[in-house]
């Protein structure tokens, strides 16, 4: 390190290198994850990407059931809770109802301006994935 601060080399050896590259990226990476968690939680919200059967509950509903893949974006509240869940330790199934809340909030009643009381169940899981 000498030899770096005293301007003798400027490139670090490759062994070196990688060792630099390790270090700071353990320390860098889970601060960045930490605050886009919070910014998802707190302002942004996060998308959510499903493909499982989905089920309607709704009076005078006439969509039946049936498999489908979406990509939504869920508001911050649901975020915060979903986020929560995850570090308690909830598995893949315990957050089966609250992404369905999420999804029928943003995805089928379009934030409450259409479909008044629809409620929209998901089983049969196949792919769900959270980006924010």
């Excluded at 290198?17 to 302002?43: C, D, F, K, M, N």
């Excluded at 499982?52 to 990509?71: L, M, N, P, Q």
């Amino acid at each position: 390190m000498e030899r770096y601060r005293a301007g003798k080399l400027t490139r670090p050896q490759r062994r070196l290198q990688a060792a630099l590259v390790e270090a700071t990226g353990s320390e860098w990476q889970p601060q960045v994850r930490a605050q886009a968690r919070q910014r998802a939680a707190i302002s942004t919200g996060m998308t959510v990407d499903v493909t499982a059967y989905f089920g309607f509950t709704c009076k005078g509903s006439s969509d039946d059931g049936r498999e489908r893949s979406i990509t939504t974006a869920i508001s911050p509240t649901y975020a915060k809770q979903i986020l929560e869940l995850q570090e308690a330790g909830a598995t893949e199934e315990d957050l089966h109802p609250i992404v369905a809340e999420a999804i029928t909030e943003s995805y089928f009643t379009e934030w409450g301006t259409r479909a008044a009381g629809l409620r929209a169940d998901l089983t049969h899981v196949s792919k769900i994935d959270f980006r924010f």
